[in-house]
């Protein structure tokens, strides 16, 4: 009995707060809206500025942060590019080499010697500097057939001569050596001389007559007389003159010199190859040798 009516009375409030409840929006609903809306605008406008203070910094923060991206996308290009600039650089350098290697190279085989034949072609390891030597070291050497007193090309001119040779070295006396002693001729005159390294730049005429008159820029070539060179190789160009002395400057700049050619000099080869008696000759009215053709008749 207590339960029926304790149920009872929980229906009754349960309906009187919906009726409750529908009289609020009855009257809401009646309400004069324009307020509410002024009173929204009102809330707006205050606060707009306040938002506007707020998030400002939020937005400069943001700004900063793309920034820093920004740079720190820039600093990894830049290293990137700085990076493949250097390789191509380095390619660029590797080029140009192998280009004036493959020039110097054209040069040394287009280099003609008359009744001489190219033995080895070989790069230039060492070039002493010493005082009192002044000779280079070629990646050649027995095996290559190289010997002993081959002379020694290179595309200018002469460079020297051969003076030991190991299985896969060689070592090569230069023109500007004190040792070093060329027979030559002046190519515009014809006179003979030697020319003698003097452990310096240049090489200097001996032996030259008092009769030649030499001419500064006049250019020097091997004139073949003792068999160990070949005749008409360059020696080089007279470039001054000093108490009587002239000066002849290498065209082959041994400083520069990358490859060499090494030459079999066939008429030393000749020579040592012979019994030791002279043929007769008949008469003739000039000698058959470069730079000597004043002696004869």
């Given at each position: 009995?207590l ?39 009102f ?10 203070f ?72 060492n ?30 001119g ?51 007559s ?22 008409g ?65």
């Open positions: 009995m339960f029926e009516k304790s149920k009872l009375y929980k229906n009754k409030l349960f309906n009187s707060l919906l009726i409750l409840i529908c009289l609020i929006l009855i009257f809401i609903g009646k309400l004069d809206l324009i307020a509410l809306r002024n009173l929204s605008s809330l707006t406008d205050f606060f707009s500025p306040i938002s506007n707020v998030s400002k910094p939020a937005l400069e923060l943001e700004n900063v942060i793309k920034d820093v991206q920004s740079a720190t996308f820039l600093r990894d290009e830049n290293i990137k590019l700085k990076s493949e600039n250097r390789r191509l650089k380095i390619i660029e350098t590797k080029l140009a080499n192998t280009e004036s290697e493959l020039i110097e190279l054209k040069k040394l085989l287009n280099f003609k010697i008359d009744r001489n034949k190219i033995i080895f072609t070989g790069r230039v390891l070039i002493s500097g010493g005082t009192f030597a002044k000779t280079m070291v070629i990646n050649g050497g027995s095996v290559d057939g190289i010997k002993k007193g081959q002379p020694v090309i290179s595309s200018l002469l460079v020297g001569s051969i003076i030991s040779v190991g299985p896969s070295s060689s070592r090569v006396l230069l023109t500007i050596d004190i040792n070093s002693m060329i027979p030559s001729y002046l190519t515009q005159s014809g006179w003979p001389a030697i020319a003698q390294g003097e452990n310096g730049k240049l090489l200097k005429l001996r032996f030259l008092s009769e030649a008159k030499p001419i500064i820029g006049e250019i020097i070539e091997t004139s073949g007389h003792g068999g160990v060179f070949p005749s190789v360059n020696v080089g160009k007279i470039i001054s003159m000093s108490n009587g002395n002239y000066y002849v400057q290498p065209l082959p700049n041994p400083q520069k010199l990358r490859f060499v050619s090494i030459i079999s000099n066939g008429n030393l080869e000749n020579r040592k190859k012979s019994t030791g008696f002279a043929p007769l000759q008949g008469d003739q009215n000039k000698i058959n040798l470069k730079g000597f053709n004043k002696f004869s008749n």
